[in-house]
């Protein structure tokens, strides 16, 4: 008979805690494993595939439980927190055994998406962002910090359009709002902006001691990052000295993409395969650290409009290109740097543990090797190019000094500091090295009495030292000093008298020897605290030579060159371009170079031509020439002008967003709509068939009414293409706007097509040619020439301003009739099947075969 039971003060506890994060898995220590209860238990079950179990199974209503154990416990946080959920870890605060009654627990940390820190949870060459934002007299301020580098920027804006595309680009895995903004805004921010959100309410017991560092701070940006380090406060339980100062920025500083440009470039990943290959940033993406790989993201989101920071990145690049054999020698060392900035945040927040400070060791004594390349690099040029990289010689020497060379995973079992230290650690070990001995000399000693050979003295730490004998042997002994242990399926373990007195002996000094090494190393761990942001600074020193040392690797293996920089808006000049990626895809021998000219009295280009020929690769190589060049690297091109280009905004492709329930045609105009709005003279605007999403008529009229709007109201450089080849007659009253076209020919009614870039018009639009490459039936393309042929020959294309005809239903059924398809048609619609014989319908059937 089953029966209800009063809840336990373990229980109780329990509860008690769980309703402090309602939201969260509350992972509730008990020895040796993480216990979770009740809905955290059926849930997490489920999630994790573990067994799913219950307490007081003969209750009325027995308690779901499920369990992992703790040292294997970051793996299930990992995938929980993957599976957008947070993880409250519960650890037990007395030791058990110390204890009388119930032992102490208290939440020690949160993990969330935005802040977990577990191995295997981290992209090494990605950023890990938690945000957060405030509104203050129509003013949007955006706080993120990376929780695993200490890195935290901060930018303000007064267009919420704008506010919403930083938000969404900096890809955050967490956005935490308070409860006010969360109803005013949580609903739009789920549709427009991919993340995990959390509501918080910052409280008196969340006020922060520790200040962020920032200058001349105003009262918005100090609640923004004052509620930013509360939540960080409240789910860290600690303070949060290893944040770096606040980079306050400007977004009109840097060249602004949207996100829709930023796809439909292929920035950071495919449109095909929405993977990282086939990207920019997989083609530029060789650094040699994880720093400079997520700084190589960040340049690349965001391009400079500074023409003198530009030009100090490019002469580094250019005198690290030329330098072959001592920019080989720096990238050797640069691989042997590891991740300084994760590396300090672990120190800072007392979670590293002897190999993380043995890789800090070996990542400080490759920056001597380094400056001294450095110093050579600079020999080379009059003015100065590089400083040379801070050097940490007393630090990497008390390491060195303290630290094995090689330190095991755990800083609790010893092993970890190495001899000669520490005298008392040195006496321990001493005791140690004798005990063994004595262990060895008892071992034979015992065989001698008993005269059995096989008989051995082990350890393990569940029963401490023990005497093993065969089960067989056991039985011949006869000796009243052994006390019978343990029995083991084929042995039997014994004790001694002598052996408990060597076990005391032995293990006091093991116990104290290991105590003392986790003194002497989380000591280490304090001493390197001061070393703090000097450290890293040295990361983000590291980080940028990297990404410089890599983008001169790129240019030397791929032949790019160095821009001019002009200062006159409109002003293009690219001299055998390439598609950087394309390009790597296929092969440089297959891809076909162009070039680009355009001036400030002639800033549109009008691009026609057959589709698959190249116009879209045209487009994103001159984009990608603009964005390379202003992030610091050289551009695919044998010569190359180029400005300084503040906003690019693309139409390439085509794109339903169907979530909002919106049609290509009306994304298409949405963003067309962003981009003449926003762009200025100094934008770049690439148009990919606008208006082909409606009928043909309305198409070629806003086409047409767009680009004269660019022409005369924005001014922005743009590049147009489109099969209206109507509208290539708008050259005659538009002087800003000139035609080019992708050239094809035509051999034994096959198209070829050239990629290659020429003046002028294209002469059709070969839509049928690229049908017949797609391989679609013979038979269908036949009758689109017929269609076709009927159709020029009744709607002559306009000449000047003269207007089109439209085609009726009729007309086209008159065109489909001409052809053999249309007279086979008609013979199938003029059969009676009621009259018509298995005979005659086979004789039908050879007669159509036989006209096809």
């Known amino acids: 008979m089953t ?13 008690q805690l769980k309703a402090q994060y309602p939201d969260a898995f509350l992972f509730f220590r008990l020895g040796d494993f993480y216990e979770l209860f009740n809905e955290d238990a ?22 779901p439980m499920c369990g992992v154990p703790h040292h294997s416990a970051n793996d ?45 949870a981290l992209t090494g060459k990605e950023n890990h962002y938690l945000a957060t934002f405030y509104i203050s007299d129509d003013v949007y301020y955006l706080a993120y910090v990376d929780v695993t580098t200490g890195e935290i920027r901060l930018t303000s804006t007064t267009d919420e359009e704008l506010f ?30 991919p993340s995990y959100y959390s509501i918080f309410e910052a409280s008196d017991s969340s006020e922060v001691t520790t200040r962020f560092q920032l200058t001349v701070a105003s009262a918005a940006e100090v609640k923004v990052l004052d509620y930013l380090f509360s939540y960080l406060r409240s789910v860290q339980k600690t303070e949060n000295d290893y944040v770096q100062p606040v980079d306050r920025y400007e977004i009109s500083d840097f060249l602004q993409m949207n996100h829709y440009t930023k796809s439909q470039l292929e920035l950071t990943t495919s449109l095909r395969t929405n993977r990282k290959k086939g990207s920019l940033l997989w083609l530029l993406d060789q650094t040699k650290t994880a720093m400079g790989g997520r700084m190589l993201q960040r340049w690349l989101d965001k391009p400079l409009l500074s023409k003198k920071a530009l030009e100090k990145r490019h002469q580094k690049v250019a005198l690290l290109k030329q330098a072959f054999f001592e920019r080989i020698e720096l990238l050797n060392y640069l691989t042997n740097i590891y991740d300084l900035e994760r590396l300090v945040t672990k120190i800072s927040l007392g979670h590293a543990n002897a190999r993380d400070i043995d890789q800090l060791r070996y990542s400080l004594s490759q920056i001597t090797p380094i400056n001294q390349v450095l110093e050579t690099l600079q020999a080379q040029k009059e003015t100065p190019t590089f400083e040379s990289l801070p050097q940490f010689d007393d630090l990497y020497e008390q390491i060195d000094h303290l630290l094995v060379d090689e330190p095991p995973l755990s800083i609790t079992e010893g092993n970890i500091i190495r001899s000669g230290v520490n005298d008392t650690l040195d006496r321990y070990r001493d005791a140690l090295t004798n005990g063994h001995q004595w262990l060895a000399e008892l071992q034979q000693k015992e065989r001698e009495k008993t005269g059995l050979k096989t008989l051995k003295v082990g350890y393990n730490k569940v029963f401490g030292y023990y005497i093993e004998i065969s089960r067989l042997q056991a039985a011949q002994l006869n000796d009243s000093r052994y006390e019978r242990k343990q029995t083991l399926a084929n042995n039997e373990r014994f004790i001694t008298e002598e052996l408990k007195e060597l076990e005391r002996t032995i293990l006091s000094a093991q116990e104290k020897s290991e105590s003392l090494e986790y003194e002497l ?36 293996q791929e032949a790019y060159t160095q821009a001019i920089i002009c200062n006159q808006a409109g002003d293009f000049e690219l001299t055998q371009s390439r598609h950087p990626v394309v390009e790597r895809l296929i092969g440089t021998t297959n891809f076909v170079a162009n070039d680009l000219t355009i001036h400030p009295d002639q800033f549109m280009l009008l691009l026609t031509g057959p589709n698959m020929s190249g116009k879209s690769t045209y487009m994103r190589q001159v984009a990608y020439c603009v964005i390379l060049n202003q992030i610091g690297c050289f551009v695919p091109a044998k010569f190359a002008r180029l400005p300084l280009v503040d906003k690019i905004f693309t139409r390439i492709g085509s794109s339903d967003d169907i979530s909002s329930g919106q049609s290509t045609f009306m994304v298409e105009m949405m963003e067309t709509n962003t981009a003449i709005r926003q762009a200025t003279p100094r934008s770049l605007l690439l148009f990919d068939e606008l208006g082909r999403g409606t009928a043909t008529y309305d198409g070629m009229a806003l086409a047409e009414a767009i680009i004269d709007y660019i022409a005369h109201e924005v001014k922005a450089t743009t590049i147009f293409s489109t099969h209206y080849h109507e509208l290539t007659t708008l050259v005659e009253r538009l002087p800003m706007l000139k035609n080019i076209h992708v050239g094809a020919s035509e051999k034994d009614g096959k198209v070829v097509f050239l990629h290659k870039i020429l003046d002028g018009p294209a002469d059709k639009s070969y839509g049928i040619h690229v049908a017949d490459l797609a391989g679609l039936p013979k038979s269908l393309i036949i009758q689109s020439q017929h269609v076709l042929q009927q159709l020029e020959e009744q709607a002559p294309i306009r000449q000047g301003e003269q207007a089109i005809t439209l085609f009726d239903a009729e007309q086209l059924e008159s065109a489909a009739q001409t052809t053999h398809h249309g007279k086979i048609i008609e013979q199938l619609r003029a059969i009676d099947l009621n009259q018509t014989t298995p005979i005659d319908a086979l004789q039908l059937l050879m007669s159509i075969q036989s006209q096809l």
């Open 42 to 63: 059926l849930k997490a079950a489920k999630i994790l595939e573990i067994t799913l179990t219950s307490r007081n199974k003969n209750a009325e209503n027995p308690t």
């Open 76 to 120: 299930y946080i990992r995938k929980l927190v993957e599976a957008g959920h947070k993880v409250a870890i519960c650890e037990q605060l007395d030791d058990p055994k110390l204890t009388k009654g119930m032992v102490r627990r208290d939440v020690v940390r949160v993990v969330t998406p935005g802040t977990i820190m577990e191995e295997g």
């Open 164 to 193: 919403f595309n930083e938000l969404r680009a900096i890809q955050a895995r967490e956005t935490v709002l308070t409860p006010a903004l969360a109803d005013r805004y949580l609903t739009k921010l789920k549709e427009r902006v």
């Open 521 to 556: 190393f989380t000591q280490l761990r304090q001493d390197i605290l001061p070393f703090i942001p000097a450290l890293q600074t040295l990361a983000h020193q590291v980080a940028a030579l990297d990404v410089l040392a890599n983008f001169a690797t790129i240019s030397e």
């Open 3 to 15: 029966k209800s039971v009063k809840q336990t003060p373990m229980m109780e506890q329990y509860m």
